[in-house]
């Protein structure tokens, strides 16, 4: 029942998005499909009427069939060319349509990907689905496209049925029975190409990933360790099963097939000697046996591929369900209120405890400090003791499961998001490299400012940016990265890194969040990211993530986490003389610096 339901659920919301996708389309689309469908029962109509006038004509009525043969071929004729004109338009409008309904699904899913809570993509198995392909998108445009189709052979077979009534109620049933097991069989091979795709879809993926190997994911260890030979015998290996699995499938499917185009055929012999008896019972003329035996096969025809498209349509149901659940879906995090903050606030976390969806255990439990305006908070403690979800939770990525996150006092959740998130400038561990020019990597943290060359020099020179652009041609304007311009510049990891903090500088933020940024750089490369960043924090709260605790020293307060909890927090100082966990993995690193 469930089933049935989200089916017409989905076909409700194909509808919804054939419609919004362009109504003037949709309204065009329509009239082409019914019109397209009444037509083709004309030339069958024709030829009856011309198969009777020759007959009569071979009786002697030759006048008569004089008289009938000029409307008969100009009608003809007529249809013809309206059908052909008719196919030209429906491909020309099918092209434009699908070309807005790509665009408006492209849309719809970038809309929400950007407006969807982070936790999202941290859990669910939706995500997974989406994440793996935009080809998602390109099924679901297909299926949208089907309901034209369904719609069109509904109306076609509507028509039939009345045309047939006219001969003989009892031949339809006795034509949807010879349908049904070709109907079945169709739901049958769709079953095995179904189960075939879920079952192989992970040596899919691996032989796509052997042959990245060679591209790009191994070029020079293939080549230093000699491993073509290894990786391309993976491929046969991957590739052979991949071979026997198909094949064997095919022969399942020609089997199925086979079947039921012989209980077709045998339909359609049954039927020609019905109509054939009739004739020659007198109860029908030669026209009529032509005009019924091809009435029947369209409506055979119809109806078989009505079903078959049912069946698609349900085989893809799951798909589309996936896109209409994650395009339903509400925001969990609430947007917020409508408070602004002031320019440089206070921060508390006050007892603040946070569990990530579907996580089984608490990953902060009941964390309580204070940053304020100003001050330079260092966090330290191994991987996984919370350091960067107290970042997330600030940035309100995420709300607390328990105790809440104070600005000036108030909950952060009473704030305008747009407005909260404005206070912070941040340098996370996974800054992006954008293939855009220098002036846009930088801008992209604060847009409106975009043209002004003065902050975009400023945030070039705090961040050591201007070091080495400064013999580029085209400055500012030069494009990163080679992915759309030949000549773009590519950068080394830790220029980029530099171009990450001069975007961070630029947004003029009042706190600077700094996750591990120097995380893949060497001491003194780490060293320098340090100097540059107390140069543009001055002034500005901050939080500095580091393993390496000789850049932490210059915080005004360190927060030591151990699996989630903060079991000390001090200045530098402070937590040395205290002898305790911070003062350990202090000694501890710099002994290996002596
Ligand atoms: P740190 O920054 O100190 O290395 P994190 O704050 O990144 O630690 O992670 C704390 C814990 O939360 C880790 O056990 C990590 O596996 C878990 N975690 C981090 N991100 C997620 C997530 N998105 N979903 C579920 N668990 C997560």
Not at 23 to 38: A, E, G, N, P, R
Not at 486 to 499: A, C, D, I, M, P
């Amino acid at each position: 029942m469930d089933k049935l339901k989200d089916y017409f659920q989905n076909i409700r919301y194909a509808s919804k998005i054939i419609f919004a996708a362009s109504k003037k389309y949709f309204i065009f689309k329509m009239l082409l499909s019914i019109l397209s469908s009444v037509l083709p029962y004309l030339p069958l109509f024709l030829w009856r009427e011309l198969i009777n006038a020759l007959v009569d004509a071979t009786f002697g009525e030759i006048n008569s069939f004089l008289n009938k043969i000029w409307w008969i071929a100009a009608l003809y004729c007529g249809t013809m060319l309206v059908q052909r004109l008719l196919d030209t338009v429906s491909d020309y409008l099918s092209f434009k349509y699908n070309d807005a309904i790509d665009y408006y699904l492209d849309n719809v899913m970038i809309d929400k990907v950007s407006s969807v809570d982070l936790a999202f993509f941290d859990s669910s198995d939706l995500n997974d689905k989406l994440n793996n392909s935009w080809s998602l998108i390109y099924s679901t445009k297909n299926m949208v496209t089907f309901i034209f189709d369904m719609f069109q052979k509904a109306i076609r077979l509507a028509i039939s049925f009345s045309l047939m009534i006219t001969l003989s109620l009892w031949l339809i049933p006795f034509v949807i029975v010879f349908c049904i097991p070709s109907v079945i069989s169709d739901g049958l091979v769709n079953n095995l190409d179904y189960q075939f795709e879920k079952e192989y879809a992970k040596s899919r993926r691996k032989l796509e990933y052997y042959k990245d190997l060679f591209f790009e994911g191994a070029r020079s260890e293939v080549r230093l360790y000699h491993l073509s030979e290894y990786f391309s015998n993976l491929y046969k290996l991957v590739w052979n099963q991949w071979d026997k699995a198909i094949h064997s499938k095919n022969i399942k499917v020609c089997i199925v097939n086979m079947i039921s185009l012989i209980l077709l055929t045998v339909n359609e012999i049954i039927i020609y000697v019905l109509s054939v008896a009739r004739l020659i019972a007198g109860k029908i003329e030669v026209g009529d046996v032509a005009y019924y035996v091809s009435l029947l096969a369209q409506f055979r025809g119809d109806f078989t591929s009505l079903c078959y498209r049912i069946n698609t349509f349900s085989k893809n149901s799951k798909e589309l369900s996936d896109v209409r659940t994650f395009v339903e879906m509400k925001p969990l995090l609430e947007k917020g209120g409508t408070k602004v903050p002031t320019a440089n606030p206070k921060i508390e976390f006050n007892n603040v405890s946070f569990r990530y969806p579907n996580a089984e255990k608490n990953v902060l439990d009941h964390c309580s400090f204070v940053i304020n305006p100003g001050e330079t908070v260092g966090l330290v403690g191994l991987n996984g003791s919370g350091k960067s979800t107290i970042v997330k939770l600030l940035c309100r990525f995420y709300d607390p499961s328990e105790g809440e996150i104070l600005i000036d006092g108030i909950d952060s959740r009473e704030y305008d998001i747009v407005k909260l998130r404005s206070l912070f400038a941040a340098l996370f561990q996974d800054y992006v490299k954008y293939s855009f020019n220098l002036r846009e990597n930088i801008a992209l943290s604060d847009l409106s400012r975009i043209e002004d060359d003065a902050a975009i020099k400023q945030a070039c020179d705090i961040s050591n940016v201007s070091d080495f652009t400064k013999n580029w041609d085209n400055g500012v304007d030069e494009n990163l990265t080679r992915r759309f311009d030949k000549t773009g510049k590519e950068l080394s990891g830790g220029q980029w890194q530099r171009v990450a903090l001069a975007r961070a500088f630029f947004r003029n933020a009042s706190i600077i969040l700094l996750d591990e940024p120097s995380a893949a750089l060497d001491p003194l490369a780490e060293h320098q990211i340090f100097e540059d960043f107390s140069k543009i924090s001055k002034g500005k709260s901050a939080i500095l993530i580091s393993h390496r605790l000789s850049s932490i020293t210059l915080a005004d307060k360190i927060l030591v986490l151990e699996d989630g909890h903060i079991i000390e927090q001090g200045t530098h100082r402070d937590l040395i003389e205290k002898n305790g966990r911070y003062a350990y993995l202090f000694n501890l690193q710099a002994s290996k610096y002596v």
